[in-house]
């Protein structure tokens, strides 16, 4: 036996099996063209010199008894740092169908990816496998028989949702007839893009988000906003008729707010909204976090910053110490600096204190909307802790706030929003129609849309996920030009309205069986039923099985 | 699906005319109950005095009946008339009916300084303590209303043999607005609150249709903290507090309802005279909007009646009559065999826009569109 000293083994030495992703090569097909090598973007791929010993029997004692043979080959570096990801770029980029990335469930690397003693850190999504609770919930209420049914393809469908205050009846006739001020409010699609900064993603990427919402606005009609996540927006937008379709979001850096400031002058429209994000789904308690990787020039600028730092926002917005305060000073001021125009609302993580939050919103006349975030959101950069273990469900979350605010009539007043893992595994609009069954007015959507509209290759397998280190192979998240011209944004725009037709026509084949088309059918929670008694009763909505 | 009529004149009819008319549509309805509203009383053996309080309902038993009296003596009214149906119980599926209630009240004296809008409240709050009442007895006393010159008769069975078990056909009631429906509850179980019209504070619908809409408008009515907005045993019921709510609460014309419950598109508010502040309404009466097919009648105090249809008609109508004398129904049979002698080629079938109303003067119709200015509104 081998002494242990003499294998270079130490406590993080891993194998390839050791490794949550493992190279498949198949050199009979491999034409060593060297593309995987090359794309591969965290280097894990060796294209090396290799000796192979040909054993073979000789007699004569005159001949070395094996000779040696030199190949070159492929091989899957073992560092943690540098591990296999499971893009599965090498694999697009193989002409011969050499190479690709298989799943290992039983990897070792997790026990050592704190090497040099930091914790895990990443972007993307929460790792949770499997059908999500929303994936579980179905539409039972049938219109059967005692109603003509609807015609999904033929009759006419009002499924837009509101953004802003709502008076109360009567406060808003009173209002009306005696011409004071009426609290804005948007009337939007209901699947918004969730706020995604434009340093958090590519410029060809946010610029073929806003086409594709431009497009759907003005060609299809359907009104999609985006939110752009703290950090700001290019200021040929905010000087742009496109500002209306868009969320401009303040957190707790404040980053991009000068420029947005001082653009309100030259603006040709109101932005759609503003809001205040106070956390976030994916890492409660953490502010935003754009990694130096992704610090270039245009964000530099952008948000008033040097080039190649690190910007982490705290996590707190620093002038607030209570919610008091915070709805008295940010949404009064934010509201004030858009004359009342813009319906301002704050974004928080899904908590067992979100409705504390809500019911202090209730009592704000200027308090648009509450967005709650929940555990399954995404991001772009965060700690595997917070994003795998930190937060709370959307579902109950959001049901939680809604039946409060029904007991207290006030559910057309102030709508909520939900995120946090709608259409994680591909179901948007059976997540997004549970949610706003359950009472959510509308949902946001971040990791779905770049899943959809531009091939973010993650997967709650902790697949890419490096979103964080600009190095995303799609192109989507990184700042780097040598990357991120791989993504067209063209074709992210035409992604983005195939995906928003499709989702406008299942919302109506939602809606049609049972009975809906007038509107949105907020909190109609007797068309939902769930073959999990403890989930439907805690949702209050029916058990089937 | 169900069958609705209604029949509004100047000169007070029997309330059997109608269910006549009910029984031309009989092939429409599943004969499983009959509601009636009556509006406009006049009974051959007593002199009604205007204003004075109507109790509908039903005392399932002896001791219910007891109680019955007890609450509105110790309330302080005093029974001026109790109108015996000359019922034949055998023609009556259900067999624990002790005593249909007519009653004809004279209002607390205490109520005297009290204005109109208050009088209604505490009938109504009352009308709903005999409601609670009943319901903690095992359910055996039922009260669909408390009011002046209304009365209701709700009981399961097919409606024209209701009818005749009651003694209607014996014109001993008479009216000037009659409501019939012909079916028991569409989604929820068999319950007499769950029978059509439902009436609130003066305020009554009935629906032929069905309303998806019904839980989140529901749920937001029952957060309103309006002690009336209750009960619920019916999708349809909330079509009596909408328009309650619209007009009592809102204090908005009758022709705005339409706008809440069936509000225009956004292309079609952009072309409406007034769609910046209807646009506003259907946003903060949002909750509001019904969902799938209904044709709604309703009838206000002051003897006006209305219809309505659905944002797509996906319910028939038709209206037809003459001065003095107008029908509403679900079929063209049905107008027929209520109003024979009218002018069949005025007729009329509401279309999605339509609001239809038959003022008390009941002298013409008044076809409303959506697409109208409303009154009063702009004068405001
Ligand atoms: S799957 Fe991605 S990370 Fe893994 S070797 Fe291929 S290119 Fe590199
Ligand atoms: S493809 Fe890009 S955006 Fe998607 S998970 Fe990978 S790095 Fe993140």
Not at chain 1, 21 to 44: F, Q, S, Y
Not at chain 1, 418 to 437: E, P, R
Not at chain 2, 230 to 239: A, C, I, L, P, T
Not at chain 2, 323 to 331: L, N, T
């Amino acid at each position: 036996m081998v002494s242990i000293r003499s294998i270079a083994s130490h406590p993080s030495s891993l194998s390839p099996n050791d490794l949550p992703w493992k190279i498949v090569h198949r050199e009979d097909r491999c034409t060593l063209c060297g593309k995987c090598a090359a794309v591969c973007p965290v280097n894990t791929l060796k294209l090396t010199y290799m000796r192979k010993r040909m054993p073979k029997i000789v007699l004569n004692s005159t001949e070395r008894g094996s000779s040696y043979k030199t190949f070159v080959g492929i091989r899957q570096n073992t560092d943690v740092g540098r591990r296999c990801i499971g893009c599965g770029s090498c694999s697009m980029v193989c002409p011969n169908e050499a190479i690709g990335p298989v799943h290992n469930a039983s990897d070792r690397y997790r026990f050592q990816a704190t090497a040099g003693g930091g914790a895990i850190t990443r972007g993307g999504r929460r790792n949770e496998p499997g059908a999500s609770l929303l994936d579980r919930i179905i539409f039972n209420r049938i219109s059967m028989l005692t109603d003509p049914a609807l015609d999904a393809g033929r009759h006419e469908f009002t499924y837009n949702t509101l953004l802003g205050r709502v008076l109360p009846p009567e406060e808003y006739v009173r209002r009306k007839l005696s011409g004071e001020w009426i609290p804005p409010v948007r009337e939007i699609f209901p699947f918004v893009i969730g706020s995604m900064s434009f340093g958090a993603l590519s410029p060809n990427m946010w610029l073929g988000l806003l086409q594709g919402v431009a497009y759907c606005n003005e060609v299809l009609g359907i009104p999609v906003v985006m939110a752009t996540g703290e950090g700001g927006c290019p200021p040929w937008v905010l000087k742009s008729p496109f500002l209306k379709y868009i969320i401009l979001q303040i957190a707790s850096g404040y980053f991009g707010w000068d420029e947005i400031i001082r653009a309100i002058p030259e603006m040709q429209c109101d932005p759609a909204a503003i809001e205040i994000k106070y956390g976030q789904g994916a890492k409660p308690g953490d502010g935003g976090l754009l990694m130096w990787f992704k610090v270039s020039k245009l964000i530099a600028r952008l948000r008033g910053v040097p080039e190649g730092v690190d910007l982490p926002s705290p996590p707190v917005h620093q002038t607030l110490y209570s919610i008091e305060e915070s709805v008295m000073k940010m949404i009064q001021s934010m509201s004030m600096a858009w004359n009342f125009k813009v319906p301002v609302y704050p974004k928080i993580s899904g908590s067992t204190s979100a409705k504390s939050v809500l019911n202090n919103l209730v009592r704000n006349p200027y308090a648009s909307a509450l967005m709650i975030d929940g555990i399954d959101g995404g991001t772009g950069a965060a700690y595997d802790i917070s994003l795998n273990a930190t937060g709370h469900p959307i579902a109950s979350n959001v049901r939680d706030c809604y039946l409060d605010l029904c007991k207290q009539g006030k559910q057309n007043e102030i709508p909520i929003f939900a995120a946090g893992g709608v259409g994680k595994n591909g179901n948007v609009v059976q997540n997004a129609l549970a949610l706003i069954m359950l009472g959510a007015s509308g949902v946001h959507m971040g990791k779905f849309i770049m899943q959809s509209a531009a091939g973010c290759l993650g997967s709650e397998q902790n697949r890419c996920n490096v979103c964080n280190i600009g190095v995303c192979p799609k192109g989507i998240t990184s700042q780097n030009p040598k990357i991120y011209r791989r993504l067209d944004p063209d074709d992210v725009a035409q992604r983005v309205v195939e995906t928003f037709q499709s989702i406008a026509t299942e919302v109506k084949k939602v809606m049609a069986p049972l009975g809906r088309s007038q509107s949105l059918p907020i909190g109609m929670s007797d068309a939902l039923g769930i073959a999990d008694k403890d989930a439907a009763d805690r949702l209050s909505i029916r058990y089937v099985c | 699906m169900c069958r609705l009529a209604m029949k509004t004149a100047s000169k007070p009819f029997s309330p059997f005319s109608v269910l006549e008319g009910m029984e031309a549509m009989q092939e429409g309805y599943d004969g499983s109950g009959l509601g009636l509203l009556l509006r406009g009383l006049d009974f051959t053996d007593y002199k009604y005095q205007a204003g004075d309080p109507i109790l509908s309902g039903i005392a399932h038993t002896p001791e219910a009946l007891h109680r019955l009296n007890n609450i509105m003596e110790s309330k302080g009214f005093e029974l001026n008339y109790d109108h015996e149906f000359e019922v034949t119980r055998s023609m009556i599926e259900a067999k624990d009916r002790h005593k249909y209630l007519l009653r004809a009240y004279k209002k607390p004296a205490a109520w005297d300084s009290l204005s109109e809008d208050e009088v209604g409240r505490e009938l109504m709050l009352t009308r709903l303590e005999l409601r609670k009442n009943g319901e903690e007895n095992g359910g055996d006393l039922t009260a669909f209303s408390l009011w002046p010159d209304v009365a209701m008769i709700k009981e399961v069975g097919w409606p024209l043999e209701i009818g005749q078990a009651f003694g209607l056909n014996n014109d001993r009631i008479k009216s000037r607005v009659c409501f019939a429906q012909g079916r028991q509850n569409t989604n929820y179980g068999i319950n007499l609150y769950a029978c059509h019209p439902f009436f609130i504070e003066g305020v009554a619908t009935m629906t032929n249709g069905e309303n998806t809409a019904f839980v989140p408008i529901k749920d937001w009515l029952s957060g309103k903290g309006f002690p009336g907005y209750m009960g619920y045993q019916s999708d349809s019921e909330v079509f009596a507090h909408i328009l309650h709510y619209v007009t009592k609460q809102l204090k908005l014309p009758l022709q705005a309802y339409k706008h809440v419950i069936t509000p225009l598109a956004n292309k079609e508010l952009a072309a409406h005279p007034q769609g910046d502040f209807l646009r506003g309404l259907r946003d903060v009466c949002r909750r509001l909007i019904i969902d799938g097919p209904n044709a709604v009648i309703g009838s206000l105090p002051d003897e006006t009646t209305m219809v309505v249809m659905d944002a797509k008609k996906l319910r028939p109508a038709m209206v037809g009559g003459k001065p003095g004398e107008w029908a509403v129904a679900s079929e063209m049979c049905g107008v027929d065999a209520l109003i024979p002698d009218r002018d069949r080629s005025k007729d009329f079938q509401p279309m999605r826009q339509h609001t239809i109303i038959i003022p008390p003067d009941r002298q013409e119709l008044e076809i409303w569109s959506q697409f109208d200015q409303l009154p009063l509104i702009q004068a405001a």
